[in-house]
């Protein structure tokens, strides 16, 4: 039996927009063979983002994850394969961008500046309930 095709949200955050990374982003999801479906330029609002961060609401970064995410444009995409959702966080690597592995894209390209929240250039989604929570979220 063949799995079923899967769908996950990419964002490409504010500091991978302004540093010009989209392309070189968008490229490794190519590579890996996972399929664009759709994709938007978005300036997303601080209801958005509350919504689609609703998981972290009273965390100390939580604030500023709210405002950097606010800071600039940010790219979403709609991404689809056999097990995208897990295939790409592991293209993402882990959430701090000093000790993600080198060869993901925050490993690669991302570090931190001393700032109250990472800055780690992606968001993917965790498990198909909240792909597809996030999906109707930015794709609606
Ligand atoms: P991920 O984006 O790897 O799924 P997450 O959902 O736990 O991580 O957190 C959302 C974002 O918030 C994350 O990409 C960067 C920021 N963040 C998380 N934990 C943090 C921390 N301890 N200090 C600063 N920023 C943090
Ligand atoms: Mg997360």
Do not use: C
């Not at 899967?6 to 490794?28: A, F, H, M, Q």
């Not at 300036?43 to 709210?66: M, N, Q, V």
């Not at 293209?91 to 961008?97: E, I, S, V």
């Amino acid at each position: 039996m063949v799995a079923s095709l899967e769908e996950t949200l990419v964002v490409i955050k504010p500091d991978g927009v302004s540093r010009n990374l989209t392309g070189e982003i968008l490229s490794r999801i190519e590579a890996k063979g996972y399929q664009l479906v759709d994709i938007r330029l978005i300036h997303a609002d601080r209801e958005l983002l509350a919504s689609h961060y609703a998981e972290h609401e009273g965390k100390p970064f939580y604030e500023p994850l709210i405002e950097f995410m606010q800071s600039g444009p940010v790219v979403a995409i709609r991404v689809s394969g056999h097990r995208v959702i897990e295939g790409f966080r592991t293209l993402a690597g882990t959430t701090d961008p000093t000790t993600a592995a080198p060869g993901t894209i925050r490993g690669d390209l991302g570090r931190d500046w001393g700032l109250p929240v990472q800055h780690n250039l992606v968001h993917g989604s965790d498990s198909p309930e909240t792909a597809q929570r996030e999906l109707s979220l930015w794709f609606s």
